[in-house]
C-alpha cells in the first residue's frame, strides 16, 4: 500500500468534483503573492508534505503571511520527518471552520466491499475516537458490485446530524469518494477534518489517500506521482517502474530470484553459509531473458561483491535465463563474480549456456549459495 501527498490526495479530490480550499505548491518561496493575490488574503496555512503523520506536533503546519511564508517555506524544504524527506510544501487558503468531522472510506477485508466510517469527532486520531468514544463512530457498508448512489449514504448522514442541504453535500461526497476509489484503485480514502463553514458549505480541509501497489499496471498517473518515487530508493523506483519487485538491503551479495518465496529462501541460505544479501529482488515467475536483463541491470547499479541468480522454472524457461545473465554480463561489462542456480524447463539447455560463457553454473541450491560466498570471501 503506498500513501500519496496531502496534495496529490487534494489534486485528486478536485478532480472528483470533492471540495477543497485553494491551494498551491512549493518546492521553493517562489509566486507566493501571486498566490495570496489569488486567495485575496496575506494570511494562509503552510503545510509540509510529507509521507509519515504528526506533521502539526513536529512544527510542519504552520500559519503564516505572504511576508513570513518565504522564510518558513526554506526552513523546512529539505527536513526529514519520521526518516522521510519534506519533498514541497502546500500553501493553502484559510477556512472558516463551524465543526468538524471524520470521514473515512476502506476497504473491508471481511466484506471484499467498502466501508464508509464517520464521526462527529474529526480532527483528532480515529483510533483515540474509537478507544474512548466508540458510540461517536457510524458505518455504512456499501454493496458489492453496485454502482454508489446518494441514497446508499442518507442514513449515515443523518446519525452524524446533517440536514436538508448539509445532508445532500455529505452524501454526494461520499458518492464521490467512492468513485474516486474504484476509479484509482485505492485502499483508503480519509477526509480528517470535513469542515462545516458558517454559510453551510462542506470542504475536505485534508487529505489521507492510499493506493495499492498491485494496480500501478492500471494506475500510470498515480505510479508517476512524486510521492510514490519519494517513498523508494532510486533503485527500488527504477524496479518498481519495470515491474520488478525489489527491497535493497544491506549485505554483500545481490540476487535475482523467480519468485517471492524463492527470493527470501535464498536470503536465508546466504546468511546459513555466512554471508548476507544486499537486496530482495523478484522477477515473478513468468521472467523472460529481457526481465532478467533488466535485474542484472539493477544489481550491476550496486556496490556489491558477487551476484547470485536462483531459478525454479516452470513458466520460465532456463534457456531464457541463461541467454539474459550472459548477455547482461557481456553489455553491462559485470566485474564481480556471478553464480546461477537453475532447475526445470530447460535447465540441461541453460547450464550448458552459461557454462560454454565461463559463468558459475549448478542445478542444487546449496552448492551455488556456498560457491558464491566462497568468491566473494575470495575463494576460487
Do not use: W
Not at 502539526?56 to 518565504?70: D, F, R, Y
Not at 466510517?117 to 475516537?129: P, Q, R
Not at 566485474?335 to 532447475?343: F, S
Amino acid at each position: 500500500m503506498s500513501m500519496l501527498y496531502e496534495f496529490e490526495g487534494k489534486l485528486l479530490f478536485k478532480d472528483s468534483k470533492i471540495p477543497i480550499p485553494c491551494i498551491s505548491i512549493y518546492t521553493d518561496a517562489e509566486s507566493i503573492k501571486q498566490f495570496a493575490e489569488e486567495i485575496g488574503s496575506d494570511t494562509m496555512m503552510a503545510k509540509g508534505q510529507a509521507l509519515a503523520g504528526g506533521r502539526g506536533k513536529a512544527g510542519l503546519i504552520k500559519k503564516v503571511t505572504k511576508e513570513t511564508a518565504e522564510e518558513y517555506i526554506k526552513s523546512i524544504i529539505g527536513r526529514e520527518h519520521k526518516g522521510k524527506p519534506v519533498a514541497a510544501v502546500m500553501l493553502e487558503e484559510l477556512v472558516e471552520i463551524t465543526k468538524e468531522y471524520y470521514l473515512a472510506l476502506m476497504l473491508d477485508n471481511k466484506s471484499g466491499s467498502y466501508l464508509m466510517l464517520a464521526s462527529t469527532m474529526g480532527g483528532v486520531d480515529i483510533e483515540e475516537v474509537a478507544e474512548n468514544h466508540p458510540t461517536e463512530i457510524h458505518r455504512t457498508l456499501l454493496p458489492i458490485n453496485v454502482d454508489p448512489q446518494t441514497y446508499h449514504f442518507m442514513e449515515l448522514g443523518k446519525e452524524m446530524g446533517f440536514k436538508a442541504k448539509t445532508l445532500t453535500q455529505f452524501a454526494s461526497i461520499c458518492v464521490k469518494m467512492t468513485q474516486m476509489a474504484l476509479k484509482h484503485d485505492l485502499t483508503l480514502v480519509e477526509i480528517n477534518p470535513l469542515v462545516i463553514t458558517p454559510d453551510d458549505k462542506l470542504i475536505a480541509a485534508d487529505s489521507k489517500v492510499v493506493i495499492d501497489g498491485n494496480a500501478y499496471f492500471r494506475q500510470p498517473s498515480i505510479a508517476a506521482l512524486q510521492s510514490q518515487r519519494d517513498q523508494h530508493t532510486d533503485l527500488e523506483f527504477e524496479a518498481t517502474q519495470a515491474g520488478i519487485s525489489y527491497v535493497q538491503l544491506d549485505g554483500d551479495i545481490g540476487i535475482i530470484a523467480g519468485g517471492a518465496g524463492l527470493s527470501m529462501a535464498t536470503c536465508d541460505l546466504l546468511e546459513f553459509y555466512g554471508s548476507s544479501p544486499a537486496n530482495f529482488l523478484d522477477v515473478g515467475g513468468g521472467a523472460n531473458d529481457e526481465k532478467v536483463y533488466k535485474a542484472l541491470e539493477l544489481i550491476s547499479k550496486m556496490d556489491v561483491k558477487g551476484i547470485f541468480v536462483n531459478f525454479f522454472a516452470g513458466i520460465t524457461r532456463c534457456d531464457d535465463v541463461a541467454n539474459g545473465v550472459v548477455s547482461a554480463n557481456k553489455k553491462l561489462n559485470i566485474k564481480v563474480p556471478i553464480v546461477i542456480r537453475m532447475i526445470g524447463t530447460k535447465d540441461a539447455e541453460g547450464i550448458k549456456i552459461l557454462e560454454e560463457n565461463g559463468i558459475h553454473a549448478y542445478n542444487k541450491m546449496e552448492p551455488s549459495a556456498k560457491k558464491i560466498v566462497e568468491l566473494v570471501k575470495g575463494g576460487n
